[in-house]
């Protein structure tokens, strides 16, 4: 546990040896825990650059003519713009939207953390899922993800007939 180890490595054997030590005490092998009182550590928060040229290549893979196409190209400004993360982002519904005040609201019941947290998004972002929106098929209800991934055949199931 001294060696000059990553945060995630020295947690995760802490984890482990501290099991291992619950269960000596258990067993009366030993009378305490000598890991007790040795906190976790925290990893050094990374940031990734990405050069320009390569997201703008990224975003013109997106088809503007296809929902898919959309879609892809709203949930990429969103993740780049806001940093949400991927299952959040996904599980959104349009209810979690405030488009006139830019901002997105992540329900504690999605949230990772399961905390709630507001996130703000620039008024470019708020168009690309407003016009998003506006392309979904109007059958669908405002409990759907905004950033559906659901198959077509799954939502005619979930929803009824889509004509």
Same mark, same amino acid.
């Given at each position: 546990?001294?060696?000059?180890?990553?945060?995630?490595?020295? /947690?995760?054997?802490?984890?482990?040896? %501290?099991?291992?030590? $619950?269960?000596?005490?258990?067993?009366? +092998?030993?009378?305490?825990?000598?890991?007790? #009182?040795?906190? %976790?550590?925290?990893?050094? $928060?990374?940031?990734?650059?990405?050069? $320009?040229?390569?997201?703008?290549?990224?975003? %013109?893979?997106?088809?503007? /003519?296809? *929902?898919? #196409?959309?879609?892809?190209?709203?949930?990429?400004?969103?993740?780049?713009?806001?940093?949400?993360?991927?299952?959040?982002?996904?599980?959104?519904?349009?209810? =979690?939207? &405030?488009?006139? @005040?830019?901002?997105?609201?992540?329900?504690? &019941?999605?949230? %990772?953390?399961?905390?709630? @947290?507001?996130?703000?998004?620039?008024?470019?972002?708020? =168009?690309?899922?407003? +016009?998003?929106?506006?392309?979904?098929?109007? !059958?669908?209800? &405002?409990?759907?993800?905004? *950033?559906?991934?659901?198959?077509?055949? !799954?939502?005619?199931?979930?929803?009824? $007939?889509?004509?």
């Amino acid at each position: 546990m001294s060696d000059n180890i990553k945060p995630a490595t020295y /947690n995760l054997r802490q984890v482990y040896l %501290k099991a291992f030590f $619950e269960w000596s005490i258990a067993e009366g +092998y030993l009378n305490e825990n000598p890991l007790e #009182g040795l906190k %976790k550590r925290k990893a050094q $928060e990374r940031i990734v650059d990405v050069p $320009e040229d390569i997201l703008t290549k990224l975003l %013109k893979l997106t088809d503007s /003519n296809t *929902f898919t #196409g959309v879609r892809d190209h709203s949930l990429i400004i969103f993740t780049l713009d806001c940093g949400i993360r991927p299952k959040e982002a996904i599980s959104l519904t349009i209810n =979690d939207f &405030d488009l006139k @005040r830019f901002i997105v609201t992540i329900p504690s &019941d999605i949230a %990772k953390t399961r905390t709630a @947290r507001t996130l703000p998004i620039l008024r470019q972002t708020a =168009d690309a899922i407003n +016009y998003l929106i506006q392309v979904r098929h109007p !059958s669908w209800c &405002d409990t759907v993800p905004v *950033f559906t991934v659901m198959r077509v055949q !799954s939502l005619i199931q979930a929803h009824g $007939e889509i004509d």
